[in-house]
C-alpha cells in the first residue's frame, strides 16, 4: 500500500458518514503461494535478543559455505537494521533491475547478497514499517530476486519472533529449519529458548544451536579468556534436545573485519575463531544432508 493509499484509508475511515456504506470484508483467503525460487535449502537465523553476534554468524557461515564450493545465496530481512552490506564491504552497490526482476550483488561467483540496504537513499535512513509493508518487501525479494539455482540460502533475520521469521518460514520453499544464535550468558540463553520454541510452534526444526562470544581469544598469548563465560549455548541445546553446532570464540579481529567489510574468515583462516565457524558450517550440512538421506 502507497503512502497515498495509506491516507485516503485513514480519511475515508475518519469521515465514513460521507463514504458509501461498509461492505462485509471477504474471509481471508490465507498466505500466498511458496515462492518460485529454485532453492534446495533455506537455513534461517535467529536469535532470541540482539547483540548476539547474529548477522557475523550470518555472514561467516555463508561465506564459510560458499567457499566449500556450495552456491550461496545470503538475505537480509533486518529491515531496521541491515548491517550485512556493510560486513561484506558492498554497501554502495546496487542491485540492477532488468524487467521486473532484481539482480543480488554478487559478492563472488558462488555469493549473492540482497538487503534492504541497497534500496536506501542513506544508511541513516530509517525503515517506518508495518507487518503488511513487511510481508510484501519479503515476497519481492523471494519471488522476483534473480537468485539462480542455490544449494542454501541463509536468511539473516532480526532478533525476536517478529513478522519477518513468520513471513519467511511460511513463504520461503525448502525451509530446512533454523539456526539459533545465542551467546554464553543466562539473559541471552533465556531468549534463545523463546527463539527455539518459536520455531517448533511453526512446525519447523531447530537445526541447532550455536554458542557465539564463547571465550574471547587474547590477541596477545593466543589463549581463551572466559569473558561471557561458556556452556550456555551447549546447555540451551541439551535441554531442547536440539543439536549443539558449536563455539565460535570471540576474536576482536573480527569486529575490525566487520567494520572494514571483509569477512574475517578470508583474513583469518587459520585462527581459532575462523576453524570454529568451519566446524560449525560443517556440522549443519552433515546435519541437512543425513536428514535427506
Not at 544449494?151 to 520453499?173: C, K, R, S, W
Not at 535441554?239 to 565460535?248: K, R
Amino acid at each position: 500500500m502507497t503512502a497515498n493509499e495509506t491516507k485516503k484509508e485513514q480519511t475515508c475511515t475518519e469521515n465514513c458518514s460521507t463514504c458509501a456504506p461498509a461492505q462485509p470484508h471477504s474471509a481471508p483467503k490465507g498466505l500466498p503461494p511458496k515462492a518460485k525460487i529454485d532453492v534446495k535449502h533455506v537455513i534461517l537465523v535467529l536469535s532470541g535478543k540482539g547483540g548476539v553476534g547474529k548477522s557475523t554468524v550470518s555472514v561467516n557461515l555463508a561465506y564459510a559455505l560458499a567457499n566449500h564450493g556450495k552456491k550461496v545465496g545470503l538475505l537480509d530481512l533486518d529491515f531496521h537494521g541491515p548491517n550485512i552490506p556493510k560486513m561484506l564491504g558492498i554497501e554502495d552497490q546496487r542491485p540492477t533491475v532488468l524487467a521486473n526482476t532484481i539482480e543480488p550483488v554478487h559478492v563472488t561467483g558462488n555469493l549473492s547478497v540482497m538487503s534492504m540496504a541497497f534500496l536506501l537513499p542513506d544508511t541513516s535512513t530509517p525503515v517506518v514499517w508495518r507487518g503488511p509493508m513487511k510481508m510484501g518487501a519479503i515476497q519481492q525479494f523471494l519471488a522476483e530476486v534473480n537468485w539462480g539455482a542455490l544449494n542454501y540460502l541463509v536468511v539473516d533475520l532480526p532478533p525476536g519472533t517478529g513478522d519477518e521469521a513468520l513471513t519467511i518460514a511460511q513463504l520461503a520453499p525448502n525451509v530446512r529449519g533454523a539456526v539459533i544464535v545465542t551467546t554464553p550468558q543466562d539473559v541471552a540463553v533465556m531468549d534463545a529458548i523463546k527463539a527455539a520454541k518459536f520455531i517448533e510452534k511453526l512446525e519447523l526444526p531447530v537445526l541447532g544451536v550455536i554458542e557465539n562470544m564463547s571465550g574471547m581469544v587474547c590477541p596477545h598469548c593466543g589463549g581463551t579468556i572466559n569473558l561471557f563465560s561458556t556452556g550456555g549455548g551447549k546447555k540451551a541445546a541439551g535441554d531442547l534436545g536440539v543439536p549443539f553446532l558449536g563455539a565460535i570464540p570471540l576474536d576482536p579481529e573480527m569486529v575490525k573485519a566487520s567494520d572494514e567489510g571483509r569477512p574475517y574468515i578470508l583474513r583469518h583462516a587459520d585462527s581459532p575463531t575462523a576453524k570454529a565457524v568451519d566446524e560449525v558450517m560443517e556440522h549443519l550440512v552433515e546435519l541437512i544432508e543425513s536428514d535427506l538421506k
